[in-house]
């Protein structure tokens, strides 16, 4: 499976711990406290979810309470690369005695910030098959070698199916719920202001582009993929920024991705692809150093291939956990492919900025592979590791950082 990333265990599972809020509530009820169960949920409706915790002695953690109110079967925590099948007791919530409450707290990294869905299984019927999607994506999971055991992908995967967001916390990105911890960085660059600029959306050959254009004149261009994801975003990113001075005005082309198969084909580093992005699309006549190509995941493999590619258009790229895992190969020698193309042909962006999850195990060792033959091959390189998952609610954030880095 080629396009699947590597299935390795999580080398460090989250830690379950009690969390104060539960376990105060568990002594009202041993004690038999009147009105102790409704005055708890009265509380976490005005709090808000998840229960966040410190822990007295370990100030780089926090204790994170997942909530679920209501009869179930069982209830399962899917938290962004916190939570996955080969996990199943990390993410599985305990129910309070006899009560409607179902609790899971684990001992999370201070500085994360993440996105969730809780997916309960009703009680007293028989499981729903799993369909669609996430068929596909249980096949796909087992044909790569998941070391989770069958009967956890299946529900891992029927949890796809059935998941929600928390009804307790208001606070949402892309159909996911979103927590962060005290110490996760900022987002100032996403606060809502007045608009600055307008976006039309065009298609150019058989693909959907999305045109931003600034309310001054533009300075730069930003080559975006997989840019449905960031109609919403990207304009108040772009605007912030320029009203601060801290980057130019920038146009923006963000670039629709197909369909999976196509996207899998557009984003593994093909050369089509990237004529595209540098040929067909409207340039605004701006000089490399003034272009800029990003993109998350496979876009983020595929922004670092195209600067490296066709520098006379890009002259940076911004990567936001890349997959440069790719190909996925364990039965030969293929894999990162991208970083041994670096490292033979020594031609590298004149600048960069690449950004992981440490949550992201599967990534970390490749990324930091590609970051050494970066900065050794002379790519003028800002990287970091930020305390999250692959996952769109730290991505949104971050990605004018990295504009900001390869623009400055």
């Known amino acids: 499976m080629r396009n699947v990333p590597p299935q390795l265990p999580c080398p460090r599972p989250p830690e379950v711990v009690t969390g104060r809020r539960v376990a105060a509530l568990a002594a009202d009820l041993r004690a038999g406290r009147a009105g102790a169960l409704d005055a708890f949920w009265a509380e976490v409706a005005a709090r808000g979810t998840p229960l966040v915790e410190e822990i007295p002695g370990d100030p780089g953690h926090h204790a994170v309470t997942f909530l679920w109110r209501g009869a ?184 629709q991705a197909g369909s999976p198969a196509a996207r899998i084909q557009d984003l593994t580093c093909d050369d089509d692809f990237v004529a595209f992005l540098a040929d067909a699309l ?54 990162e492919w991208l970083t041994a193309e670096l490292a033979a042909t020594g031609r590298v962006p004149d600048r960069a900025y690449v950004e992981v999850g440490t949550y992201e195990w599967a990534l970390l060792g490749s990324t930091r592979r590609l970051r050494d033959v970066l900065r050794a091959r002379g790519c003028e390189l800002t990287y970091r590791e930020y305390e999250g998952g692959h996952d769109a609610a730290c991505w949104r954030g971050s990605l004018a950082e990295g504009l900001i880095a390869v623009l400055s």
């Open 282 to 335: 409207p340039s605004g006549e701006h000089p490399p150093a003034r272009t800029v190509v990003a993109g998350q995941s496979l876009g983020g493999l595929t922004a670092l291939y195209a600067a490296h590619r066709r520098p006379d258009r890009f002259g940076s790229a911004v990567s936001q956990s890349g997959s440069f895992w790719w190909p996925n190969d364990p039965g030969g020698s293929g894999g």
């Open 72 to 255: 179930a079967e069982d209830v399962l925590v899917m938290a962004n690369k916190i939570t996955d099948p080969g996990m199943p007791g990390a993410g599985l919530m305990e129910r309070l005695g006899g009560t409607d409450v179902w609790h899971r707290t684990l001992r999370i990294r201070s500085g994360w910030r993440g996105s969730y869905r809780l997916a309960p299984r009703a009680a007293g019927t028989a499981s729903p098959p799993v369909v669609g999607e996430a068929a596909r994506r249980r096949d796909a999971m087992i044909a790569a070698g998941s070391p989770a055991p069958r009967a956890a992908v299946e529900r891992w995967c029927l949890g796809l199916t059935q998941a929600v967001t928390d009804p307790f916390n208001p606070r949402t990105v892309a159909g996911h719920s979103v927590a962060e911890l005290p110490g996760a960085p900022p987002q100032r660059w996403l606060a809502p202001g007045p608009l600055r600029g307008r976006t039309d959306r065009r298609t150019i050959g058989d693909r959907t582009v999305w045109h931003y254009r600034p309310d001054r004149p533009p300075e730069g261009t930003l080559v975006l993929l997989d840019g449905e994801r960031w109609l919403g975003d990207l304009p108040v990113v772009l605007g912030n920024l320029a009203a601060a001075g801290a980057v130019p005005p920038l146009s923006a082309l963000l670039v």
